[in-house]
């Protein structure tokens, strides 16, 4: 499975925008770049995906580099309740296989 | 829907004990995964199936662990005997076709003593 590497820990302040950073080198031609995130004592909840191009959601938008290597996922207005772990996941659609792999993640921090 | 559901929330057991963790996923989700978390290994794989067969189990860590799904709706992970090791969070998430969005569930804190 190819890695991802993210930094450990963020900080934000509360209204001001946040860009997460996910490097991913050896990504392949038919991984798709997934991001996740994990609130207090709860379980992972999806936040957006993309294979190629830039994608906007209701909760984020996320930043694909041409060359695919790295992205980065962006939260518009940080509020309190954005403090989770964040998980940048690459996830193959070329194979049979449909795993999730989670790997460290970045711990956002949000100061009012 | 409800969304993935687990049971029970919390399990306190003593060592050498059998535990039963259930899940119930989203109807009409082909897929189901079990994780398990801890702080020291983070969130782990340990199986997933797709249409009520085991694809992957490579990350079950050893025979004690088994997991079954014997319909659509219902799954359970089974360890027998239970270790003080043992003891994290596990997580059941489901979803519909390949490469799309996990649902999770609240997960189940497993403590064994």
């Known amino acids: 499975d190819a890695k991802t590497t993210q930094p450990n820990s963020m900080e934000s302040n509360e209204e001001e925008p946040v860009h997460l950073p996910c490097n991913h080198s050896?990504?392949?031609?038919?991984?798709?770049i997934h991001w996740y995130r994990q609130l207090p004592s709860q379980g992972p909840e999806y936040v957006i995906h993309g294979l190629t191009s830039n994608v906007n959601n209701r909760m984020a938008s996320l930043a694909i580099a041409e060359d695919r290597k790295s992205s980065t996922l962006i939260l518009h207005r940080a509020t309190l309740r954005d403090a989770a772990v964040y998980y940048c996941i690459l996830q193959n659609y070329g194979g049979a296989t449909n795993k999730l792999i989670f790997g460290t993640g970045t711990l956002l921090a949000v100061q009012p | 829907d409800a969304g993935v559901i687990q049971s029970p929330r919390h399990e306190v057991t003593e060592m050498g004990q059998e535990v039963t963790l259930r899940c119930k996923p989203i109807s009409g989700h082909d897929y189901l995964f079990w994780y398990r978390q801890t702080m020291m290994r983070g969130l782990e794989l340990l199986i997933y199936?797709?249409?009520?067969?085991?694809?992957?189990d490579s990350g079950m860590p050893e025979d004690r662990f088994s997991a079954k799904m014997p319909n659509a709706s219902f799954s359970t992970l089974k360890i027998q005997p239970s270790e003080p090791r043992d003891s994290a969070v596990y997580f059941c998430?489901?979803?519909?076709?390949?490469?799309?969005?996990?649902?999770f569930g609240q997960g189940t804190r497993l403590t064994v003593v």
């Open positions: 199936f797709n249409n009520n067969v085991p694809i992957d």
């Open positions: 998430a489901s979803s519909l076709g390949r490469v799309t969005e996990a649902f």
């Open positions: 050896t990504i392949s031609g038919t991984d798709y």
